[in-house]
């Protein structure tokens, strides 16, 4: 193993911790970035010390995954400034970092599937050529999979497809440790052991450990708060773009983490509306189960209700929504719809719209029948309804026969909106709807939500911003496809959620 | 695109050893598809006329597998990258026309339009990662500028292949006929090409996970361009070829090309999708293609009308067999 040519400070202690007097291997100042509107950074400081294992932690998107591709090279920070061993970096790219011994396991898995395992390490390793390069690149991998995963049964010919999705998170990990031209200092491991089970996983922080104790570094992502408490020596917490803590592993605990993630700062409370409006419950509407789930555990949701659908993001929240949709037009095992159905996208740039169509046309799709006149649809009631919902909703347009994507992002997601609530439908299914739309329209649009519950119609509300569930009248908590907490509105509290779906138990 | 990875995804205990060994079975019975299928229509050729099975035979009926297999390298190429080439065919047309008249009244001038419509195929390559643009598109596009051209340079059926060029394709080596041993050397060389050599490894892998590969640092610009070029390289011999054996040419000789060596390369065991190939599997399907088209029809008394719908019928059967290959692996 190559060792890079700068020496290695070893300090032990709390020094260490601190980072104070040690070579950082990678600073970043003041680093920005905006997708579009939205601003996934603002100004972080960020640094990893030699032979320090930094815990990254926050909620969804807090911007741990965007600051993370910044130390890796795949994004280039809008503002600030990334240094290497003190050395500005000015044009950093993935060859650069790779250059400086800097590797990131991504959080989706990164190998090609129809590569063996042996030729998936080849693709990092622009040294493994020429003359015999199969079989070192087969030793390379193999070597580093007794290493960190003892017993672990790869063979270096095995094609990446045909391993279980578990194996291929060891494979990446592995061939994230590999050496060959390229030093090694630092390896991100963005959720790890999110495929592991428990003992790879075990095996896997330990190898950790040792890599760390023999002076290099690692940035630990998880959402298993106690491995990062019980392996990271410093924690790092991220909420909304901004680091908001950062400090020794040993000044966290449990109940610390889970408070500076979800932020104390009280919230403008909804709530007091919500619990005037709460209605006496009305006939029911839906009857769930989710397809893994193993107790008795189920949706369940009355008219006039607004039911949120809570945790970590693809947890089921959206395959349940989905499966409810699917069970209003055909019968389904387990799931009880008792009225006609409308789900708004989350994703409306593939899911939502039709590109091609004017807004009046967007709005009116889920309501041809009452649009039509003999076989053709009519003009004129389009007409009315797309008028009628751009005065309500406030759609902020000259004129509604232009094309959708004349809107910004904001009003083509109350287009949407205007699709659901102007059909007859009165279920609403939401899955996530509200990703990157400015406050001003966030705002309108839970008034109107608000509005058409209190008229009797059921709102399903998966959603990944936990201010949103303020306006609801309870919410489910998911974790690993299935329910593990039902909070009613009094006792819903961020860290509530965030406890139930951090839970290490499973 | 990773169809498998996200299907995968839902499962969750590792799969045992036992298993995995079952699933490489499984693909090992799928590789060996390909050469049963073309075993299969050389027992029917055995059957319905033994003396098909001799050294003049095969010359005789494989005469034409040679710029049929060299073209469904070629379209394999961009396959392995996840584009579909649909001007190959014209493409073929064209080199033929360049080969029987510039190549041998001004091999230079003729040498340099080769490499020259190499480069286009490079360039394209590069327009189409760049501009993001769909190949099938853009190649049905360049399927009527090839045939315009070759119109232009050929406006009637005539031309001559060079000398050399004649005397190489009419090579009568002993024992082997000169077709199967053409394929095993194009099989050979670009096995060892693709799917052994560190960079061929790149190649397949832009096709399997183009953005574990442009993570890793590699440049797609860089792989898309080479699998083009190399089509374009696979286009000029088969076009090349074909000249060879048919000594004149014609603006239109090459048009059935480009759905034959798309059918080649999905019988010889590729997919559309996710770098799935195998040059090997690729000149068998060619090679099987070539014999059951033609000389296994004739035998049959069938009129050569029917050969297309023949073709069709091989690759529905291959298919539904491999279908039924894959569903056993589940």
Redesign the interface.
Known sequence: MPEAGVDIIRLDGAEKHFGAATVDIIRLDGAEKHFGAVRALAGVDFHVGAGECVGLVGHNGAGKSTLMHMVAGTLVPDSGRIAVRGGIEDNYSVPRAQQLGIRCVFQELSLCPNLSVAENTRINHPALRGFGWRRKAADLIAAKLDEIFPGHSISAADIASDLSIGRRQMVEVARAFTVTQDPLELVILDEPTSSLDAHTAGQLLAFVRRFVAGGKSCILISHVLGEVLGNADRIVVMRDGKVVASDAAKAFDRDRLVTTMGGAAAREKIAAEIATQKPETGPLRVRARPARQQDGNELVAHAGEIIGLAGLAGHGQTDLLLAIFAAAARTKTGIEVTAPVALVAGDRQSDGIFPQWSIAQNIGIRSLARLRNGLLISPRREAELADFWQKKIGIRTPDMNSNIFSLSGGNQQKALFARALGSDAKIVLMDDPMRGVDIGTKLEVYDLVREEAGRGRTFLWYTTETEELDNCHHVYVFKNGRIVAKLGRDELTEEKIIQSSFGDAA | M?P??TA??V?????S?SE?SA??RA?LLRGLLPAMSLVLVLLAIAWLNPRAISYFGFSLMLNLAIPIALATIAQMFVIAGNELDLSIGTFVGFVGCVTATWLKEAPLVGVLILLGSIGVYALLGALIHLRNLPSIVVTLGMSFVWQGLAILILPKPGGKAPDWLLSLMAFKPPFVPFPIIAALLIAAVVHFGLM?T??G??L??S???A????????SLLKTKIVLFALTGLFGVLSGMALIGITTSADANIGNGYTLLSIAGVILGGGEFV???VSPIGAVIGALTLALAASPLLTFMHIPPDWQVAANGAILIIVLAARVLISRKER
Request: net charge positive.
């Open positions: 990773r498998e990875m995968a995804s499962e969750s205990g590792p799969k050893s995995r699933l490489a693909r052994r560190s960079y490894v790149i397949r892998g096709g399997g996970n953005a574990a590969l442009s993570r890793a640092g590699w996710g770098g799935r």
